[in-house]
């Protein structure tokens, strides 16, 4: 299995297709292994093979689609999400962390003129991205001392990379409920993210995304958290909501949601 996922680890967004060669300088695997490995992941349909050439099959996605239709978590976001891009404009992300690094589970919008660094499925230094920040701040302290340990390793001139300056980023995003990416993941990109979480830890965060300064996003923070509460409340219901209140109020915004949320589904590139 640990072989398996080396192997499919070897495809991503910028590989989509792989030679066998291509497979074992990515996976690091021997030769035969990649080889007695790629035979299996053919025959079972988690790849395809055309030519010289191997790429993702159709039993690979579907279960990715079916662990997207039984997620509760996104099940739940994914109508408030929709709601959320249609009265902001912006680019819409929920994260959840994992170790060191936040994993977009959904992806709402787009920005034309910006290389983005993500999709769904990608994964991104919890460090640098706001939603990761937005966990961290209302998460274990063992996770916060994870990320330190891995290191703080820039990917922009803007990127926090020292430990000191890191944790007084932490303690303001669990005073204002509100964290900020400001250029650290990406060059032109901005990003805020407000942790999903009733007075417990936070489980997931919700982040926009824009270009420009990141002060263009502060008008947005309340629909961020008014979005974020009431995806807890679709998990959790109105009681539990309304007990684990989060810590910081802010002027309510109404964001709407859909009737119908089954075209939500229909979109391309929901889970590929």
């Known amino acids: 299995m640990e072989k398996a ?5 070897a495809f991503d967004r910028a590989h989509p297709r792989l030679s066998l060669t291509e497979v074992i300088r990515r996976s690091g695997l021997s030769r035969s292994s990649a080889h007695r490995i790629l035979d299996q992941l053919v025959q079972l349909r988690w790849l395809e093979r055309e030519g010289r050439e191997y790429c993702m099959g159709l039993r690979l996605l579907e279960h990715g689609g079916l662990a997207a239709h039984h997620n509760r978590l996104l099940r739940a976001a994914l109508p408030r999400l929709d709601a959320l891009h249609d ?25 034309d003129d910006h290389a983005l660094p993500t999709h769904v499925g990608a994964r991104l230094p919890a460090h640098c991205a706001a939603a990761g920040k937005a966990i961290l701040g209302f998460g274990d302290p063992a996770d916060v001392e994870r990320v330190l340990e891995a290191g703080l390793s820039p990917r922009t001139l803007h990127t926090v990379t020292r430990p000191l300056l890191f944790r007084t980023e932490l303690v303001s995003v669990r005073e204002t409920g509100v964290a900020w990416d400001p250029q650290g993941t990406c060059r032109g990109l901005v990003s805020a ?31 961020l958290q008014s979005c974020a509460r009431s995806i807890w409340t679709e998990l959790y219901g109105p009681g539990r909501a309304a007990r684990f209140a989060p810590p910081v109020e802010a002027p309510q915004a109404a964001v709407p949601v859909p009737m119908d949320s089954m075209l939500r589904w229909a979109r391309a590139g929901s889970w590929m």
């Open 87 to 111: 009265a902001t404009g912006k680019l819409v992300q929920l994260f959840v962390l994992d170790g060191t690094e936040v994993v977009c589970l959904e992806r709402i919008g787009s920005l």
């Open 5 to 9: 996922e080396q192997v499919l680890g």
């Open 193 to 223: 993210a407000v942790p999903l979480r009733g007075a417990g830890r936070a489980i997931a965060a919700v982040s926009v995304s824009s270009t420009g300064h990141y002060r263009t996003l502060e008008r947005l923070a309340p629909m």
